[in-house]
């Protein structure tokens, strides 16, 4: 019997493209203000297109952590990749999160139902809390978990066991919720069962292969419980 269900944030709970595309502005206009470099040049170094605002499906930004984006955006800046992590983060913590419709009343369903709830992410663990406070919807979670917070980064499954750890939870009484294959890797990896969301920014075949369950979205998810 599923205890506990453990979620992705962005793409998944959050509307990928509508959220970090502003972001992304942000951040590269700053640096091409501090560098007199293109900042159509660093968004295509990050996959990011700037015309229309979309990621390319192998972005860092998609699945990645910040030192990831870091790292390929760093030597172009004349920038020390540590330093510029931490600015990535701090933009991050100041994008307006959009919600993807029905995920509150979603999330309500499985609360109701007596299921725990988690989020891990591989944004930074502050962001992540000030983007579910943003949209009114932290308290329905009990464990959040960032790729600063000391369990590693998907895929690895160190968040996952964490939060089955810390809820007192069998990892197989446990879910893993994602649109990538870093979750679902991290979830089958913490001996978790899977659902794979396809409103995610990748539309990745391997997803449906790998994955227990294959959802359009978050607001699916209560009827495979009976909720």
Known sequence: MTKGILFDKDGTLFDFEATWAAWAREVL???AAETS??????GRAIGFDWE????AAESPVVADTSSAVAAVLAPMVGMEARRLSLRLD???ARARPVLFPGVGDALTALSRGGLRIGLATNDAAAAARRHLAAAGIDHHFDFVAGYDSGFGAKPDPGMCHAFAAELSLRPGACVMVGDSLHDIAAGRAAGMRTIAVLSGPVADPA??????HVVAGVTEIPALFGL
Not at 52 to 55: A, K, L, P, S
């Open 37 to 42: 470099m293109a900042p159509e040049r660093l």
């Open 207 to 212: 997803l449906c292969a790998t994955a227990d």
């Open 90 to 92: 701090e933009a991050a």
């Open 52 to 55: 229309t605002g979309r990621f």
């Open 29 to 31: 206009s700053t640096l």
